[in-house]
């Protein structure tokens, strides 16, 4: 007999997606992990009351959604499978590919969360992990020269924030700052808010990199938060102005009141 997911999901989906549904949920209640084989087709049809042509449709839809994984051959058949970051990330930035971002947009998420991510660190981090931060600030340890390093100065930095955040213990928080970093980066180079060297951005974004390394080594997380917010403020300040600064115009006569 189909589960009772099936018969109360919304009228909205097909059967397919509702089988589809159902699977997930029964992966969820019988604690299956990545690796681990689904049931056959025929126990599949036997289960929910499809046709084979349902639990196919169903499949392929859990396949593109990277939930599932079929493989061919002795030992084959529908795997349990893990959404990698790489894929997670790209999909929801299709999502806001239309959604025209802007740099406030960012600023207001990065201002939230960033803080509490250098807070919760403080103390915690090995002595790899700072070095590692501290490698990655070598990358644009000097000013820029051209509008090329500029580029490559601003995309390193924010790896800085990205990696930070791969070192906290929270998935959802290491997955949002990561995303957040990854669109900030995107919108940094697709409207070219680099050609226009930035001394005091650059300054001023190593000062508080090298101010809160320090403070995750001496585990003062209330110093670390205070710097992170800092941080975004002005970041958020000296971006913005690079943005205005390279997309104004003048209006034309008409429209001058």
Request: charged share 20%; hydrophobic share 45%; with cysteine.
């Amino acid at each position: 007999m189909p589960p009772a997911i099936i018969r109360s999901a919304p009228e909205r989906l097909s059967r397919p997606q509702q089988v589809a549904e159902a699977i997930k949920s029964w992966v969820m209640a019988n604690g299956w992990g990545p690796g681990e084989r689904l049931p056959s087709e025929t126990e599949m049809i036997a289960r929910f009351g499809m046709a084979k042509g349902t639990i196919r449709e169903a499949i392929r839809i859990l396949e593109a959604q990277g939930l599932v994984k079929s493989r061919t051959g002795p030992g084959g058949g529908v795997f349990v499978h893990q959404v990698s970051e790489e894929r997670a990330t790209a999909l929801l930035g299709n999502y806001f590919y239309f959604q025209h971002l802007t740099i406030d947009d960012v600023y207001q998420i990065r201002a939230v969360l960033e803080p509490e991510l250098a807070a919760g660190l403080a103390g915690k981090l090995t002595p790899a992990q700072l070095a590692a931060l501290e490698d990655v600030m070598t990358c644009y340890a000097a000013p820029a020269e051209n509008a090329e390093e500029e580029r490559a100065q601003h995309i390193a930095s924010l790896r800085f924030h990205a990696l930070l955040a791969e070192m906290s213990g929270n998935p959802l928080m290491r997955f949002l700052i990561r995303f957040v970093t990854n669109m900030l980066a995107d919108i940094t180079v697709s409207r070219k808010l680099y050609v226009q060297p930035n001394h005091e951005l650059w300054a001023s974004g190593l000062d508080y990199q090298s101010r809160l390394v320090a403070a995750l080594r001496a585990g003062d997380a209330d110093q670390a938060r205070q710097i992170l917010r800092d941080h975004m403020h002005n970041a958020h300040r000296l971006m913005r102005m690079q943005e205005t600064v390279l997309t104004q115009r003048f209006l034309p006569e008409g429209d001058i009141i």
